[in-house]
């Protein structure tokens, strides 16, 4: 007697809604699909008992006559495809013809529907997987849903299920989700006879988005370069870097309409961030990425939650590139609102963001799916840029690392020095007036340093704060990134040449890595054993000690964790560079260095952020402070 038999129908169904029917959110997440399909303008879910009592979803989509109704009781009824080709170019949410008859098969299913063109509608009752009723009834177009006693014949699953309060969380996501996906629908959810959730047609996207993660501050939009047209197209809302949340990521996912969970396109939002997005903190917001349908496999997944991209690398890049030119609009926006109204300011030196491929850290040339469209690499530098680098001589170690810095010390200045009537001096935990103080091209007034940290200052947007230290690591981080691509990082000589033991694989490290260490402005030669000579280090890292600059760099080459730090190697090491040479906390600064430094964020391209993603600067505007005093 053989072994193997086919299974009956009835359990047949009970296994595939094994797949597809994992909790009541699933039931909802397939039958809102079935009415944007049905192309539905209004959709309304009702909940009762966490959805094991009543699920029940309205719509007023082209509805279904008789046999239309009786065969999607049939595993594989579907009107989506019908050959073969249509299965690489799949333009529907839903297409399997599963859903119907695996829900059917686990609860006791009526459905009631009438397409427009018909005086009367039909209505079946299911229950778990056998047919009871079949009649015509008066009802308005369009289609109902009734699922009861979800699992009532497996109580097994029904075990498996979380609180009530956790599956009406889960059938919530999968209503906020759909509503974002498609903002020309409206979406009503009843929770116990109570309505929770009302997203009416005429809210826009934005406006939903807000509504739903109850953000009320700028979003930093995200969308499709017209100057760079594409066969991909992108869409959607980011909370600054500095508001995103730390665990699990909140970002929503959207493809071709339909809501996913992809680690790829989340990575790809994460690396456009990256720099501004500090560590342990994720990307919060929507972004709904738009491809043809042949370019994307939606059935890899038994549910359908997940996707799989023909050109994966290139929609990795796309998206990077995206979210970094929106992060880079971000910054003109910000520095509006920091700066005001500028007069004659001229343009930076310093250059936008620029991609370095983790997995080579030192190549030269990205490749074209790991560059950001908001960067540069050495093949975008014209040849006659081309530079070697220069030298200076440092005055000796008991001067050039003095601690009563100047501005010209302290600030890589790009503009000239703008002088004050007096010099301020502020001690630790006080706040002096200098308003007299006017940063005269801005519309920016200093009111000075707090805690030899913070600069504050005012202006028509309210109350500003800068992190002086901040500020300062992301524009020597960008001036070496610059030279870096450039080959030309000045480098400055030391009058008394420092002598570095190293431990044997230290050593092998500056054997290794000579080359690199040298373009980044370190000079130096054996000097027998383990021990080195260290002659010269960059220009702009001028106030650190040598010695302890060149090690911390080298630490870097022998660390696995830097080597694949999501970040980039190259980038670790260039901030590591900046952040030791950039001003410190604790720094007490004249008003020539405020001027200097806020002169110098004014022209930058990039400025929010430090390059390990800290603010650098904080807008209080006015109705917050009121907040705080109780005046609203």
Known sequence: MSKIRILPEQLANQIAAGEVVERPASVVKELVENSLDAG????????????????RVIDNGEGMGEDDL???LERHGTSKIHSEEDLGSIGTLGFRGEAIPSIGSVAQLTITSRPPESELGTRIVLSFGKLQKVHDIGCSYGTTFEVRNLFGNTPARRKFLRTVRTEIGHI?????????????????????????????????????????????????SVSTSSATPHKYAVSGFLIPPEQATPGPARLRLMVNGRAVKDRMIAHGVTEGLRGFLMKGKNPVGLIHLTLPDNEVDVNVHPAKHEVRFRQSQDVHAFLSSSVGRAIQEYQHTLKNQVFGIRKNIESSPIPAN??????SPFTERPTDTARHVHSFSSQDIPETREAQPTHTTAHPPSQNLRTDLQPQTIFATTGPIHKSNEETSITKNQLQNTTSQQFSRYDLVVI????????????????????????HERLLYEKFREQYLLRSITRQNLMFPETVELSLFQAKLVDKNSEELERMGFSFREFGGNTFILSAVPALAGTTSPRELFLDV?????????????????????????????????????????????????????????????PVVKVFNSSEIKKWFYRT
Do not use: W
Not at 354 to 359: A, E, G, H, N, Y
Not at 450 to 471: P, R
Not at 567 to 574: E, K, P, V
């Open 40 to 55: 539905a303008t209004r959709i309304e879910i009702e909940i009762e008992g966490g959805g094991t009592r009543l699920i």
């Open 70 to 72: 009786l065969m999607s």
């Open 172 to 220: 919530d996501e999968v209503i906020k989700n759909y509503s974002l996906c498609s903002p020309e629908i409206t979406f009503i959810l009843r929770i116990n006879g109570r309505e929770t959730n009302h997203l009416d047609k005429s809210l826009s996207i934005e406006e939903r988005l807000r509504n739903i993660i109850h953000y009320e501050g700028p979003f930093i």
């Open 354 to 359: 620029t991609d370095f491929p983790v997995q």
């Open 448 to 471: 000075g340093q707090f805690d030899n940290l913070y600069i504050f200052c005012k202006s028509s947007e309210g109350l500003i704060v800068i992190d002086q230290h901040a500020a």
């Open 554 to 614: 080298l630490c870097h080459f022998g660390d696995e964790r830097s080597k694949n730090s999501k970040g980039g190697f190259l980038d670790t090491i260039l901030a590591t560079m900046a952040c030791k040479a950039a001003v410190k906390a604790g720094t007490e600064l004249s008003d020539k260095e405020i001027n200097t430094l806020l002169d110098d964020m004014a022209k930058a391209d990039l400025f929010s952020h430090c390059p390990h993603g800290r």
